[in-house]
């Protein structure tokens, strides 16, 4: 109903395509996955594997590009584990559960960096 509304909306107002950023909802299964990999795989009948990229998929989108960093969560080690409830006391990529990306870890320095990936997807009006 969103995706619908969404091009409904940008139709009404003259546009001829929309780009949505898309953020899909089986990555978290394989964070350690490149998301180009992962967003370009297909299933059998050609439409993407992720369940939420087959939707825009559907709806007459093709997958535009990746965007490498799409919101990035930079916070310090107590923060971290407040959120989580995992350690965060070694350096490193640490996999958060929900996660599209490994989270980097610098526990030397006091903080760790989530840099999130998305897809963008073009949808033609």
Same mark, same amino acid.
């Given at each position: 109903m969103?995706?619908?509304?969404?091009?409904?909306n +940008?139709?009404? *107002?003259?546009?001829?395509?929309?780009?949505? =950023? @898309?953020?899909?909802?089986?990555?978290?299964?394989?964070p350690?996955? /490149?998301?180009?990999?992962?967003? *370009?795989?297909?299933? =059998?009948?050609?439409? =993407?594997?992720?369940p %939420?990229?087959?939707?825009?998929?559907?709806?007459?989108?093709?997958?535009?590009?990746?965007? /490498?960093?799409?919101?990035? @969560?930079?916070? +310090?080690?107590d923060?971290?584990?407040r %959120?989580?409830?995992?350690?965060?006391?070694?350096?490193?990529?640490? $996999?958060? /559960?929900?996660?599209?990306?490994?989270?980097?870890?610098?526990?030397?320095?006091?903080y760790?960096?989530?840099? $999130? =990936?998305?897809?963008?997807?073009?949808?033609?009006?």
């Amino acid at each position: 109903m969103m995706l619908s509304a969404m091009r409904d909306n +940008a139709r009404a *107002r003259g546009f001829r395509e929309v780009v949505a =950023p @898309v953020r899909p909802n089986a990555k978290h299964l394989e964070p350690r996955t /490149p998301m180009e990999e992962y967003a *370009r795989r297909v299933r =059998p009948d050609g439409l =993407p594997q992720d369940p %939420w990229l087959r939707v825009h998929a559907r709806a007459g989108a093709t997958i535009d590009s990746v965007a /490498p960093a799409s919101m990035t @969560v930079a916070a +310090a080690l107590d923060d971290w584990r407040r %959120w989580t409830g995992l350690p965060f006391d070694t350096s490193g990529d640490i $996999e958060v /559960p929900g996660g599209l990306v490994p989270v980097r870890c610098e526990a030397e320095r006091g903080y760790a960096v989530y840099v $999130e =990936p998305n897809v963008w997807m073009r949808h033609p009006l």
